[in-house]
């Protein structure tokens, strides 16, 4: 399996600054949908921007319609498109955001990017947002860890060109909370590769925080067959665990009465 880290030469000239310079580009994390979940730096920076390169559709289109920066949907383009549009533009003496969608540390891709535009010495500032995990718990109204239930969260995604299935059986062992991103397609296959108990409380969120938002909640046994009835394969954050419903559950000593 080839190993993109080994790949890399460029981890020694990553530049993560404060530097206030004009030689840096932003990138920020949109938040998960909904547009008042951006943060308020990473909302003062989209503003004042000149380019605007986006995450596609995860992206909620009302994010971008307040500025009259130009806008490039970066789905489809390749990685050095990317950065040779990015670097032209500050070469330009323009203000330059990457808006990725959540948090850009989950499954983001970012630090290709970053590696990239080390080549052209940019720098970059990582503004972090509300990932799409936290936006489900709050749609769900739940705690991810809970007291008693489970105190551990996974946070993964299904087998394919960079995990093995085993992974995902392995990590399920734990009995942790886990949340699957990039699943929703797969549903069926996770569902049968983790070994949680087969009436392990599941929920999958549609569009979490989004005026189109979904939760459909079921168990390991028979979530995939909803899932698929409901006719989603995309876009949808996959929670398995007891702190989905949970039954019982110990109180935290932050609040106890001693
Ligand atoms: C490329 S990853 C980006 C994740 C993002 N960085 C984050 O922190 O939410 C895309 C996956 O995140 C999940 N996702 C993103 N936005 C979502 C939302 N609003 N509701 C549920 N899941 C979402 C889905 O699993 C989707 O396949």
Redesign the pocket.
């Known amino acids: 399996m080839t190993d993109n880290k080994n790949n890399n030469s460029n981890s020694n000239s990553r530049n993560y600054s404060n530097n206030r310079n004009n030689n840096k580009i932003y990138f920020i994390g949109a938040g ?2 909904d547009p008042e979940l951006i943060t308020v730096k990473g909302h003062r920076l989209l503003n004042s921007a000149d380019l605007i390169v986006y995450a596609g559709s ?1 992206v909620n289109p009302e994010l971008l319609s307040n500025t009259d920066a130009q806008k490039i949907n970066s789905y489809g383009m390749r990685l050095e498109d990317i950065t040779s549009t990015m670097v032209e533009a500050l070469g330009r003496g323009e203000k330059v955001v990457r808006l ?5 540390s ?3 891709a970012i630090i290709e990017q970053i590696d990239e535009l080390a080549k052209y010495n940019v720098e970059v500032e990582i503004i972090p947002g509300v ?3 936290f ?2 718990s709050a749609a769900l109204g739940i705690q991810l860890t809970l007291k008693g239930v489970s105190e551990t969260l996974i946070i993964s995604r299904p087998a394919g060109e960079t995990l093995k299935e085993d992974d995902l059986k392995e990590l399920s062992r734990h009995g942790a909370t886990m949340a699957v ?4 397609h797969t549903i069926d296959e996770i569902m049968k590769t983790v070994e949680y108990p087969p009436d392990t409380p599941v929920a999958v ?6 005026k189109d938002q979904k939760i459909i909640k079921g168990t390991v046994e028979d979530i995939a067959e909803k899932v698929i009835s409901a006719g989603l394969t ?4 996959i929670l398995i665990g007891g702190v989905v419903d949970p039954v019982q559950y110990r109180r935290s000593h932050l609040y106890s009465p001693q």
């Open positions: 998960p949908g995860l990725h969608s959540g948090d850009p989950l499954y983001g990932s799409s995990l936006a489900t991103f990039l699943g929703t969120v549609y569009h979490a925080s989004w995309q876009s949808a954050m």
